[in-house]
């Protein structure tokens, strides 16, 4: 879900023309192949994706083409004109190096270019091989030089720690269109106490590190970045998410819809959409993802971010959380013609290292790992919000707290509204006054959310 939908007529994209290994036109290939012959010197920019495939090396398919860079994967199919159509979007690359300059940008946008040859992966292997294949095949005399030459400036780039096990291409395919973006249903481990870790400490992805780690969020200007974009939440958005967080010790999950306005630069968070599933139930989850999708086009949103809970621990991003929300923001990034940002948001209801009895609430983006480190995890920054005061409690809000409070009625990790907080301090009144700090202007809500409280009452 944290896409779109393809474009109705496949846009071509050409990018990395500042690369020597940029496709031919189809009349330059030909008068090449023709001048030339396989009894001359092929010049290193003429092996291109068509002289490939004329000749045998590689054949036209879905998803066999790949790219990994700094964590990320893309794959790609190969077209019979040579060209290369990214399965995310369905967008045209005319070469390698388009897609490849293209694909890092989205993790990287100051990547200056794409070394397409060296990223792209045919079936597991790199291009360049095969580019090295079809000189020993037709050119055994040529220098070996003319098919990597060039090649090898970000091969540290482009690959994952020795010795892990590679997903084939068309797994990653399958995956990435059945899946619907899953943010949501990944089953994670009961909460604990856990002390979060500065991101300095962490060095290196470590297989054996626990994806649960909390990590410390760094500021923009801590890594000498400033913030690509303005934020503004609306407290209705606020109250119904903590509402949801607050119903279960399990952790729970929901989307965000608003809208992106690329002159301001600004996100606006306008709705909160819960997630009305459990966490491991992934045949659920399609039904319920395919309903918050209508609800969103319904509304006129656009998918903006999404949210979850750490019941009991402190409101930080996991090493999970951080590795899943560089991939919300690349999908939601690689959706569009241009930048936009994917908001996640982390909500603590019942830490009790928390100031008083409201839940902390934190905003948090990724920052990619710099190129020359790019086996390290991504940097989570907190992001500056500006919270805006509804006028009033909508008629959906109020509905979709009734549902919740249906949905989780039965469920065996429901909150027990009449335990005690504190000494003084029941968790219905914890609840009722971490949502007071998310009231709308109209001071009549309390009455209305009353009807919400006598629900939670009933169930004890």
């Given at each position: 879900?944290?896409?779109?939908?393809?474009?109705?007529?496949?846009?071509?994209?050409?990018?990395?023309?500042?690369?020597?290994?940029?496709?031919?036109?189809?009349?330059?290939?030909?008068?090449?192949?023709?001048?030339?012959?396989?009894?001359?010197?092929?010049?290193?920019?003429?092996?291109?994706?068509?002289?490939?495939?004329?000749?045998?090396?590689?054949?036209?398919?879905?998803?066999?083409?790949s790219?990994?860079?700094?964590?990320?994967?893309?794959?790609?199919?190969?077209?019979?004109?040579?060209?290369?159509?990214?399965?995310?979007?369905?967008?045209?690359?005319?070469?390698?190096s388009?897609?490849?300059?293209?694909?890092?940008?989205?993790?990287?946008?100051?990547?200056?270019?794409?070394?397409?040859?060296?990223?792209v992966?045919?079936?597991?292997e790199?291009?360049?091989?095969?580019?090295?294949?079809?000189?020993?095949?037709?050119?055994?005399?040529?220098?070996?030089?003319?098919?990597?030459?060039?090649?090898?400036?970000?091969?540290?780039?482009?690959?994952?720690?020795?010795?892990?096990?590679?997903?084939?291409?068309?797994?990653?395919?399958?995956?990435?269109?059945?899946?619907?973006?899953?943010?949501?249903?990944?089953?994670?481990?009961?909460?604990?106490?856990?002390?979060?870790?500065?991101?300095?400490?962490?060095?290196?992805?470590?297989?054996?590190?626990?994806?649960?780690?909390?990590?410390e969020?760094s500021?923009?200007?801590?890594?000498?970045?400033?913030?690509?974009?303005?934020?503004a939440?609306?407290?209705?958005?606020?109250?119904?998410?903590?509402?949801?967080?607050?119903?279960?010790?399990?952790?729970?999950?929901?989307?965000?819809?608003?809208?992106?306005?690329?002159?301001?630069?600004?996100?606006?968070?306008?709705?909160?959409?819960?997630?009305?599933?459990?966490?491991?139930?992934?045949?659920?989850?399609?039904?319920?993802?395919?309903?918050?999708?209508?609800n969103?086009?319904?509304?006129?949103?656009?998918?903006?971010?999404?949210?979850?809970?750490?019941?009991?621990?402190?409101?930080?991003?996991?090493?999970?959380?951080?590795?899943?929300?560089?991939?919300?923001?690349?999908?939601?990034?690689?959706?569009?013609?241009?930048?936009?940002?994917?908001l996640?948001?982390?909500?603590?209801?019942?830490?009790?290292?928390?100031?008083?009895?409201?839940?902390?609430?934190?905003?948090?983006?990724v920052?990619?790992?710099?190129?020359?480190?790019?086996?390290?995890?991504?940097?989570?920054?907190?992001?500056?919000?500006?919270?805006?005061?509804?006028?009033?409690?909508?008629?959906?809000?109020?509905?979709?707290?009734?549902?919740?409070?249906?949905?989780?009625?039965?469920?065996?990790?429901?909150?027990?509204?009449?335990?005690?907080?504190?000494p003084?301090?029941?968790?219905?009144?914890?609840?009722?006054?971490?949502?007071?700090?998310?009231?709308?202007?109209?001071?009549?809500?309390?009455?209305?959310?009353?009807?919400?409280?006598?629900?939670?009452?009933?169930?004890?």
């Amino acid at each position: 879900m944290m896409g779109s939908e393809p474009p109705s007529s496949p846009q071509v994209v050409e990018e990395g023309g500042d690369e020597e290994d940029e496709e031919l036109s189809g009349g330059e290939d030909a008068e090449l192949r023709t001048s030339a012959g396989r009894g001359s010197v092929l010049t290193r920019r003429g092996i291109t994706l068509r002289v490939l495939l004329k000749d045998g090396l590689v054949e036209p398919g879905d998803g066999v083409l790949s790219i990994h860079y700094l964590g990320k994967n893309f794959v790609g199919d190969l077209l019979t004109d040579g060209k290369i159509r990214w399965v995310e979007t369905g967008q045209i690359f005319n070469s390698p190096s388009a897609w490849a300059t293209h694909c890092k940008r989205l993790v990287n946008p100051a990547k200056k270019s794409g070394c397409g040859w060296a990223s792209v992966r045919y079936r597991g292997e790199k291009l360049v091989q095969y580019k090295t294949s079809w000189l020993r095949k037709y050119q055994p005399t040529a220098d070996m030089s003319l098919a990597s030459e060039g090649e090898e400036d970000e091969m540290g780039d482009d690959e994952e720690e020795e010795g892990k096990t590679a997903v084939p291409a068309e797994e990653k395919n399958r995956k990435s269109k059945t899946e619907l973006h899953d943010i949501t249903l990944v089953q994670r481990r009961g909460d604990r106490e856990r002390m979060p870790v500065r991101y300095c400490t962490l060095g290196t992805r470590d297989v054996a590190r626990d994806p649960h780690t909390l990590v410390e969020l760094s500021a923009f200007s801590a890594i000498n970045r400033f913030q690509p974009f303005n934020v503004a939440v609306s407290s209705n958005v606020l109250l119904l998410m903590d509402f949801h967080c607050h119903l279960t010790t399990s952790e729970v999950v929901g989307y965000l819809g608003g809208r992106w306005d690329t002159t301001t630069q600004l996100l606006t968070v306008l709705r909160a959409f819960p997630c009305r599933t459990r966490l491991a139930d992934r045949e659920a989850a399609p039904a319920v993802e395919e309903e918050i999708c209508q609800n969103l086009f319904m509304r006129g949103l656009s998918l903006v971010g999404w949210y979850h809970s750490h019941p009991r621990g402190p409101a930080l991003p996991s090493l999970q959380d951080i590795d899943s929300q560089m991939d919300h923001q690349l999908r939601l990034q690689g959706s569009s013609n241009g930048f936009q940002p994917c908001l996640g948001i982390i909500c603590g209801p019942y830490y009790h290292g928390n100031q008083g009895v409201a839940s902390t609430i934190t905003p948090f983006w990724v920052v990619p790992p710099p190129e020359q480190r790019p086996n390290d995890y991504g940097i989570p920054v907190a992001v500056e919000v500006t919270y805006v005061q509804d006028n009033f409690l909508t008629t959906d809000v109020l509905n979709e707290m009734m549902l919740l409070v249906e949905f989780y009625r039965a469920a065996p990790d429901l909150v027990n509204f009449s335990q005690m907080w504190s000494p003084d301090t029941s968790i219905l009144d914890k609840i009722k006054a971490s949502l007071s700090g998310h009231a709308p202007k109209d001071q009549a809500y309390s009455q209305i959310l009353e009807h919400v409280y006598n629900q939670l009452r009933s169930i004890q």
